[in-house]
């Protein structure tokens, strides 16, 4: 039989025993929350991973607005940047009220900007002089019957788009003499420069001033002719240049009628409208001027550097 002195002894370990594997198993449990809190949880992760942009993608970038436009109260400078007039507001590269019913939002019909030469606006700058010659010039028109005409600098010239444009110089001094452009005056001609021929320049100064500020503006002037269109040397059904001659206004855009309907054809620094591929060469021709009027020309042929007379020429303003 057991003692009670054996029988407390084996109490006690008992007793022992059923402690240290409580704090064991206690142990393990905590153990174990350590570990499942330091796995990553997918749940999170994917959501991370949906929130996240992807490669290449701006983080709070904002959407341009106005991208090109000009402000009117950043374009003053000191020389060559156009200065509105009290009308320029209200009347700048608006279309006249006889053409306010074409389709808006279309690449050939709507009324396109006027460019850095706007209608209704004062520019400053400098007049020079040089030997015009027969008046022939970079805007290849020909030789001129009137050397009352000049080279715009190469910013305003803005790829042959001042071609044809008549504008009035006022120098200092009161004097004032209409001129045409027909050709580019390159740097260091600044903006807002005109090179004018000595027959213009000698209306507004003696010649030996060499140099004198100026400020000139746009002008549509009254003419009795109409416009005429020339193939350019080297057209054919496959590779025309196309030019509008004696224009009263710019002309912003000529368009070629194709099977597809009209064609915008770019323009090249020497004054002529490519077709590359020969889509509408020898077919209807539609002008544009920097008002909004839009000229359809047919029956114009195909004929290399031969000037075509039409029946048509854009209003006045």
């Not at 006027?114 to 007049?127: F, H, L, N, S």
Request: aromatic share 6%; hydrophobic share 35%; charged share 15%.
């Amino acid at each position: 039989m057991k003692t009670a002195r054996q029988a407390a002894r084996q109490r006690r370990h008992r007793r022992r025993l059923m402690v240290g594997t409580a704090v064991a198993l206690t142990a393990a449990g905590v153990l174990a929350s350590l570990v499942l809190a330091l796995l990553p949880d997918r749940k999170d992760d994917a959501a991370s991973t949906a929130a996240a942009p992807g490669a290449g993608t701006p983080v709070g970038a904002a959407t341009p607005t106005g991208a090109g436009t000009r402000s009117a109260s950043t374009t003053p400078t000191a020389t060559g940047t156009p200065t509105p007039t009290a009308s320029a507001t209200a009347t700048a590269a608006r279309p006249s009220s006889t053409h306010t019913t074409r389709p808006p939002r279309t690449a050939s019909t709507a009324a396109p900007p006027a460019g850095r030469i706007q209608p209704g606006t004062t520019y400053r700058g400098v007049a020079t002089a040089y030997e015009a010659g027969d008046g022939d010039g970079a805007c290849l028109f020909g030789p001129s019957d009137n050397l009352m005409i000049a080279a715009m600098n190469t910013t305003d010239y803005e790829t042959a788009r001042a071609c044809g444009a008549y504008v009035l110089v006022r120098a200092a001094n009161g004097a004032s003499v209409t001129v045409r452009i027909t050709n580019e005056c390159p740097l260091p001609c600044a903006p807002g420069q005109l090179d004018l021929s000595q027959q213009a320049f000698a209306a507004l100064s003696p010649l030996k001033a060499g140099r004198i500020p100026i400020t000139w503006s746009l002008v549509s002037p009254s003419t009795s002719g109409t416009i005429s269109i020339r193939y350019k040397t080297g057209s054919s059904p496959y590779w025309c240049g196309i030019q509008a001659i004696g224009h009263r206004n710019p002309v912003a855009r000529l368009e070629v009628r194709t099977a597809g309907g009209w064609r915008q054809l770019p323009r090249t620094d020497y004054n002529y409208f490519i077709s590359a591929d020969g889509s509408g060469c020898g077919g209807a021709i539609r002008l544009t001027d920097i008002y909004g009027e839009q000229l359809t020309v047919n029956g114009i042929a195909l004929r290399p550097n031969v000037v075509q007379p039409t029946q048509v020429q854009f209003a006045r303003h």
